[in-house]
C-alpha cells in the first residue's frame, strides 16, 4: 500500500523558518518524482515545488522561490520541504504527493497534509 | 501563464442524477496533461482522471472525462451521496508547472 506521512508543520512566525518531512513507502520513491502542493484554509490547490528522482532537478512557484527548498533521501525513503522566511500568506496544509508514472504529469498519490500556521 | 476556469462553483444534484463540471482554459492545452481529482472534506485529494479521459486505477466507471483543446468535462453518472466533494482539474505545463481550477463543489442531497 503506497503511504505518503508528512510532519513538521506548526505554529511559526512570521519571518520564521519550518522545516516538513514526507515519509513515503510501498512505492520505490528513488524512482518517482515528487511534488508539494498547498492549501490555504478554505482555498483550492496551489503547487509548491518539484524534484525529480534523483534530486538534480527543481522547480518552485513564483511565490515560494527563493524562500523554499525541495530536497530528498532516497536511502531513507524520505521528501523535504525547507521553508524560510515564511510570511501570513504561506498558510495552509502542505501535502507531499508523487508524480504519476503513465502520463508523468499527473498527481497520482498524495499525503493527508501537515498545516502550516504563521502568525504571530 | 494558463488559467483554468471551473463551473459551476457550486451543483447540488439528487442521488441517481448526473453531474456535469466544466474546466476551461484560458488557451488550447494538451489533452494528455488534463487531470481531474475529488477531494472530500478533511481529506487529501484523489486522482479521478488523466489524460482527460483515462480513469485512474480503482475509479468506478461511473466517473467519466472528455474534451480538447480549452474545454474539458467531467461527467459523474448515478451520483451517489459519497461522490459529495469539491472537483478540480488540473494542468502541466508551463509556468506555474501544475495548475490547478478553482474547483467545484458539489453537493448530493
Not at chain 1, 81 to 100: E, I, K
Not at chain 2, 16 to 32: D, I
Not at chain 2, 91 to 97: D, E
Request: net charge neutral; aromatic share 10%.
Amino acid at each position: 500500500e503506497v503511504q505518503l506521512v508528512e510532519s513538521g508543520g506548526g505554529l511559526v512566525q512570521p519571518g520564521g523558518s519550518l522545516r516538513l518531512s514526507c515519509a513515503a513507502s510501498g512505492f520505490s520513491f528513488k524512482s518517482s518524482e515528487m511534488i508539494w502542493v498547498r492549501q490555504a484554509p478554505g482555498k483550492g490547490l496551489e503547487w509548491v515545488s518539484y524534484i525529480n528522482n534523483i534530486g538534480t532537478t527543481l522547480h518552485y512557484t513564483d511565490s515560494v522561490r527563493g524562500r523554499f527548498t525541495t530536497s530528498r533521501d532516497n536511502a531513507n525513503n524520505s521528501l523535504y520541504l525547507q521553508m524560510d522566511s515564511l510570511r501570513a500568506d504561506d498558510t495552509a496544509v502542505y501535502f507531499c504527493a508523487r508524480v504519476g508514472t503513465v502520463v508523468t504529469t499527473e498527481v497520482d498519490y498524495w499525503g493527508q497534509g501537515t498545516l502550516v500556521t504563521v502568525s504571530s | 501563464e494558463i488559467v483554468l476556469t471551473q463551473s459551476p462553483g457550486t451543483l447540488a444534484l439528487s442521488p441517481g442524477e448526473r453531474a456535469t463540471l466544466s474546466c476551461r482554459a484560458s488557451q488550447s492545452v494538451v489533452s494528455r496533461y488534463l487531470a481531474w481529482y475529488q477531494q472530500k472534506l478533511g481529506q487529501a485529494p484523489r486522482l479521478l482522471i488523466y489524460g482527460a479521459s483515462s480513469r485512474a486505477t480503482g475509479i468506478p466507471d461511473r466517473f467519466s472525462g472528455s474534451g480538447s483543446g480549452t474545454d474539458f468535462t467531467l461527467t459523474i453518472s448515478r451520483l451517489e451521496p459519497e461522490d459529495s466533494a469539491v472537483y478540480y482539474c488540473q494542468h502541466y505545463g508551463g509556468s506555474p508547472l501544475w495548475t490547478f481550477g478553482q474547483g467545484t463543489k458539489l453537493e448530493i442531497k
